[in-house]
């Protein structure tokens, strides 16, 4: 888990940091940031307390004692100002509505010369084969889901911009694809998104919406395939 989605951010971690994982989850990758260095102190912080609960739990089962879990919203990261040697951030920026107001919080927690690493995804650039019309349909379903939730598929983009914008210094991005679910497993997660937004009173009379899901229904239906996601992977300094 941290060799693919947080080796980027591995050479810069050294014994004794503290490092801030915002928007942690469940709290895998966090756990694994918790034994990259020795000692090493590595705070979780996600706003849903039923991810954090698996979390917590997953770290006493793993016998990982150098992290620590916190429920909080990203742009009201619970530290001190200038406290943090190191902020990561895995798939979280896509799905906030204010980037820059998390990124600000991000750089208020840092000290000075401490490293922001974000990794963000970018749907556009999303490997998918067989990429039929079903396929395209259904995504575009899924991506109007997304930005009415506040977020934006193609965050990926834009996310360099951001980082220099709230005054980052050293800033540099790359793109790597990473394995995502299996094909017919992300196939499945659509289908089963869409129609639940259909049955909401919102989604009922949602013609668009209506369209993407009988896609996706077919998608599911059309066999196997190959998926990996598209994320920018940034470095930078406070």
């Known amino acids: ?72 919203s990203p742009d009201g990261i619970p530290l001190a100002t200038s406290s943090v040697d190191v902020v990561f951030s895995h798939g979280l920026l896509e799905h906030v509505a204010d980037p820059q107001a998390v990124l600000a919080e991000c750089a208020r927690v840092l000290r000075p010369g401490g490293t922001l690493a974000v990794s963000t995804s970018d749907w556009s650039k999303a490997k998918l084969r067989p990429k039929t019309a079903n396929v395209d349909a259904a995504l575009r379903g899924r991506h109007l889901l997304h930005r009415r939730a506040g977020g934006n598929p193609f965050a990926g983009r834009h996310v360099t911009d951001w980082v220099l914008r709230a005054g980052f210094r050293d800033v540099r991005s790359k793109t790597k694809h990473h394995p995502g679910p299996a094909y017919r497993e992300l196939a499945e997660q659509v289908e089963t998104e869409l129609a639940a937004a259909i049955r ?25 395939g190959e998926f990996a996601q598209c994320w920018t992977e940034v470095l930078a300094t406070r």
Request: net charge negative; charged share 20%; glycine share 12%.
């Open 200 to 224: 909401s009173q919102d989604g009922s009379a949602d013609q668009q919406l209506a369209s993407a899901a009988r896609s996706a229904w077919m998608w599911v239906r059309d066999g196997s």
């Open 1 to 72: 888990m941290l060799e693919g989605y947080a080796g980027f951010v591995l050479p810069r971690l050294e014994p004794g940091m503290r490092v801030v994982d915002v928007g942690c989850g469940r709290g895998a990758i966090t756990l694994s940031l918790g034994s990259a260095a020795h000692p090493i102190h590595v705070l979780g912080v996600a706003a849903d307390t039923g991810d954090l609960a698996h979390a917590r739990k997953a770290a006493e089962q793993a016998r990982v004692s150098t992290v620590d879990f916190v429920a909080a």
